[in-house]
């Protein structure tokens, strides 16, 4: 799998001396025409764009992406027309890595093979089950492999050693380290230097994944974690859309400005 | 699918978790990898210890006041004029509810583990008020969730947890109740794992708060079996066990000893909340044939929609509001041990209606779905068919909804 599109963009940010960015939006909010804009309009700056399948009970989501979550599935988002936006954004963006990332009940109720061709079909590079951990995971990473799709583990600061080593052993190109105990969009309470400390006891175990850092990194924090491999924001998107729809303003001009910052923070 | 005997219905589940190869399991972020396999762990170490089970026996009857009554409605009985109603009265344990023997185990386990905090979910906010009086004789700062349309009509309950120096936190995402307090105590404990512990208020969630829920509450059919000796020369030859069911834990309690007894001489039935009337909206996803999802970290049937968005429920009955159920029930179910059904809201409050006219018994909204059904099937049985009613809960919460919907209360 190493010529995936995700290890390439990581090779890339690489060889310009910075983390790759990562962004992260829910698709169809606020609506699929809209979530598409956003996409082709932040991915000039993203390396790789994360794009959530909204679920109305995510247990492991803070305030902002909730919000995001539910006006998406309040203006009608379906999970066919999450696979279409993947597949209109592939056709233009064809080397941009797109990571699916949500819930276990939106894919066993599609069924597991099903979403996975559709996943292939639609030209998804990569997977995030939020709530489908190590060893549970380990058949559906498998069928994902077989289908050159990536699975991506994650690893928080309370999994043990022990997992540690068997979760790197079946990943696959990426691993998302969680960057302390909290929901997503929570504040940074644990000092940039630590977060770092936690990350290189990762990549001690095998430097040819790439691991990236996310929850809870804002522009503010950015830079002070620049040492990773990658970095994910999210809840600060979902939070600037939603400031714009407040104030009546271009969400896609707004959200682009953001990722341009975040992306001038890291380079 | 097939359930063993002399097994703890608790305890056959897979190397993973499920029940019958699908039910429940840990459908968990990563970071509460570690809380849930330290939690199952002492557990594990905390069942076989001689010197916890005697602290748990003598909180169990000193501080919760066992063993409850088990009594015959004459009155009942000779109106209805078919089988024999009785009810196991657990509503008399200390709080008023069987949702004390889960809080008062997790308080146990909480001080075993070192913690000080503790976190818990309510929806009739009776798991909420158990865990803030268990918390507050164990000496534990505790915080419960609830959904912010269930402190409205549930407000004896939330003055209860207040005075026992707990905090309420009101949930308003999603349709503000219990699905809501769940999801949201779940968060709260992956961003605090590191020295909070939670409890969940019924047998759902993760396995293993499955397994420590219907371990608590087992003690309700522990008595019963000696109750039932002690009553009756000749051990019945037809028992009825009648139970509401919302996420199950005290009709596994009620059940659990009597699982392995053939259907025929003790049958199971639980009862659902079916909504009101008019509505299409319930929270009955065993008798309504729901589809398995997964939900709060565990395979059930559960209310929901195509895609696999959770669907609102609604009922009467906070306590029965929820849109999933325990793996245990799904279990039960699907081997056909336990039949299930459903009564709706104005079953319910007609049930309490005729209860409290001919009896001293003051069953809250969620065992009155229960005696719904008695009242329903009693006429039909032979005299010498007995049926035990589960009266869980009492009413002093539903005070405002019994005086709205029957002019009295």
């Known amino acids: 799998m190493h010529c995936s599109l995700i290890n390439k963009s990581f090779e890339i940010a690489k060889k310009e001396n910075r983390p790759a960015l990562l962004t992260y939006t829910v698709a169809g909010d606020n609506t699929k025409k809209k979530s598409l804009e956003i996409l082709f309009s932040i991915s000039k700056y993203a390396d790789i764009c994360e794009l959530g399948f909204p679920h109305n009970t995510p247990i492991a989501d803070g305030g902002q992406i909730q919000t995001s979550a539910y006006r998406a599935i309040k203006n009608g988002i379906k999970i066919k027309e999450v696979f279409s936006i993947v597949s209109k954004f592939k056709k233009v963006k064809k080397k941009k890595p797109i990571i699916l990332m949500g819930y276990y009940n939106m894919i066993y109720q599609f069924n597991e093979n099903k979403f996975i061709s559709k996943c292939k079909k639609s030209k998804v590079d990569g997977l995030i089950v939020v709530d489908l951990p190590h060893p549970e995971n380990k058949n559906f990473a498998l069928k994902c492999k077989k289908n050159k799709i990536n699975f991506i583990q994650l690893v928080s600061p309370t999994t043990s050693k022990f997992r540690l080593r068997k979760i790197i052993n079946d990943s696959h190109d990426m691993i998302y380290y969680i960057s302390m105990l909290s929901t997503t969009g929570g504040k940074l309470k644990v000092s940039p230097k630590k977060i770092i400390n936690e990350y290189q006891k990762i990549k001690k175990q095998n430097r040819s994944k790439n691991v990236v850092i996310g929850f809870g990194i804002t522009e503010k924090s950015i830079k002070s974690l620049k040492k990773a491999d990658g970095l994910v924001v999210g809840s600060a998107i979902c939070e600037e859309i939603t400031r714009s729809i407040k104030k009546r303003q271009n969400t896609v001009t707004n959200v682009t400005n953001i990722v341009r910052r975040l992306k001038n923070k890291i380079k | 699918m097939k359930l ?20 429940g399991g840990s459908f968990i972020p990563e970071t509460l990898k570690k809380p849930v396999e330290d939690l199952t762990k002492e557990f594990q170490k905390l069942r076989k210890d001689k010197s916890f089970l005697k602290k748990r026996d003598f909180y169990f ?7 409850t009554s088990f009594v015959k409605l004459k009155k009942l009985t000779d109106h209805l004029g078919g089988a024999q109603i009785w009810a196991k009265v657990v509503s008399e344990a200390n709080g008023g509810a069987h949702k004390i023997y889960n809080a008062t185990v997790h308080a146990l386990i909480c001080k075993a583990m070192g913690k000080k905090y503790i976190v818990g979910d309510t929806g009739a906010g009776y798991a909420g008020k158990m865990l803030s009086m268990a918390a507050k004789e164990f000496g534990l700062k505790c915080k419960i969730f609830m959904g912010a349309k269930d402190i409205k009509r549930q407000k004896p309950n939330c003055q209860a947890m207040r005075k026992n120096g707990a905090e309420i936190i009101p949930v308003y995402s999603g349709s503000q109740t219990l699905v809501d307090a769940v999801s949201e105590c779940m968060r709260y404990w992956v961003s605090n794992c590191d020295n909070t512990h939670m409890c969940v208020g019924s047998t759902v969630g993760p396995n293993i708060f499955v397994k420590i829920c219907g371990w608590s509450t087992t003690q309700i059919s522990r008595e019963l079996k000696i109750q039932l000796k002690d009553k009756f020369k000749k051990f019945p030859k037809k028992i009825k066990l009648i139970n509401c069911v919302g996420g199950g834990s005290s009709a596994y309690g009620f059940w659990s000893e009597f699982i392995d007894y053939d259907k025929n001489q003790i049958e199971l039935i639980g009862v ?10 319930h929270a009955a996803p065993l008798s309504r044939n729901a589809k398995i999802g997964i939900l709060h970290g565990a395979a059930s049937y559960v209310c929901q929609n195509n895609e696999g968005q959770i669907q609102e429920t609604e009922s009467i009955s906070a306590g029965l509001d929820y849109p999933g159920v325990s793996p245990l029930h ?6 056909k041990r336990a039949r299930y059904t459903h009564a709706t809201d104005e079953d319910a409050l007609n049930a309490y209606r005729i209860i409290k006219k001919f009896e001293k018994l003051n069953p809250s909204l969620e065992p009155s779905h229960a005696f719904a059904e008695a009242i329903k099937i009693a006429p039909k049985l032979s005299k010498d068919t007995v049926i035990i009613v589960n009266s869980c809960g009492d009413a002093r919460k539903d005070k405002d909804i019994l005086k709205k919907r029957l002019g009295k209360y």
Do not use: M, V
């Open chain 2, 4 to 23: 063993r005997k002399n097994i703890p219905l608790i305890d056959q589940h897979d190397k993973l978790g499920f029940w019958g190869g699908k039910f």
């Open chain 2, 61 to 67: 009857k000193n501080y919760i006041g066992t063993p």
């Open chain 2, 272 to 281: 659902e909340a079916g909504g009101p009337q008019k509505s299409k909206l």
């Open chain 2, 330 to 335: 799904c279990l039960l179910k699907d081997t």
